[in-house]
């Protein structure tokens, strides 16, 4: 059983900075990939930014230029960074994480909320 759980979201003021963590945690579970998507409210999931297990980054077209996806092999954990953050911003974040195997596990999602 792999449980991801993320972190590190809130109400900001637009033009902030917010940093999502992502843990996974299981029985025997190590890091491959990870990715982060989001919901806002209305609207169709979409990608923010995936890390593949070679380092290449992809960022979803609405996100590119101010959300920085990293990750800690090490510690199972993803993150992602978004700078100077925009109403828009506001959604409930997913983190998705892939290990070895190719299974891929989703955490429940944390909301950030950016108030203008």
């Known amino acids: 059983q792999v449980t991801v759980m993320e972190s590190g979201g809130g109400l900001v003021q637009a033009g902030g900075t917010l940093r999502l963590s992502c843990a996974a945690s299981?029985?025997?579970?190590?890091?491959?990939?990870a990715g982060w998507y989001r919901q806002a409210p209305g609207k169709q999931r979409e990608l923010v930014a995936i890390?593949?297990?070679?380092?290449?980054?992809v960022y979803g077209r609405s996100v590119k230029g101010r959300f920085t996806i990293a990750t800690d092999n090490a510690k199972n954990t993803a993150y992602v960074e978004i700078t100077n953050l925009e109403p828009e911003d506001t959604a409930v974040y997913y983190c998705?994480?892939?290990?070895?195997?190719?299974?891929?596990?989703w955490g429940q999602g944390t909301q950030v909320t950016v108030s203008s």
């Open positions: 998705t994480v892939r290990a070895k195997s190719g299974l891929v596990y």
């Open positions: 299981g029985s025997g579970f190590s890091l491959f990939a």
């Open positions: 890390k593949q297990d070679d380092g290449e980054t």
